[in-house]
């Protein structure tokens, strides 16, 4: 079983800045994309960014121009750099990664993002 390790997150005034981190026990070559989705109750999980094993991105429209994802040189560490926090941004994050393998992706246990206003 593939356990996902997600690290940041927490309480911050809308304006601020936090970075979540996600690392895989995966090999690099076994990954095709990660990234960070976030739900809020009664609400479908959304993605919020996403990115490719060749460097490749992809935002969310609601978060474009404010967060930026990263991955690490291993490639097998996603991180989230989330800039200009808003109200609406609070939500469980969850990091995901997708496998080179079809169908398969993995998900971690979430981590509250909570942003007062």
């Known amino acids: 079983q593939v356990r996902l390790v997600e690290s940041g997150g927490g309480l911050v005034q809308a304006g601020g800045s936090l970075r979540l981190s996600c690392q895989a026990p995966l090999s690099v070559l076994s990954i095709k994309a990660m990234g960070w989705f976030r739900q809020t109750p009664g609400e479908q999980r959304e993605m919020v960014a996403m990115i490719a094993n060749n460097g490749g991105t992809n935002y969310a429209d609601s978060v474009q121009g404010r967060f930026t994802i990263s991955k690490s040189n291993a490639g097998n560490t996603v991180d989230l750099q989330m800039n200009s926090l808003k109200p609406e941004d609070t939500a469980i994050y969850y990091c995901?990664?997708?496998?080179?393998?079809?169908?398969?992706?993995?998900w971690g246990q979430g981590t509250q993002v909570t942003v007062s206003s």
């Open positions: 995901n990664v997708k496998a080179m393998r079809f169908g398969v992706e993995y």
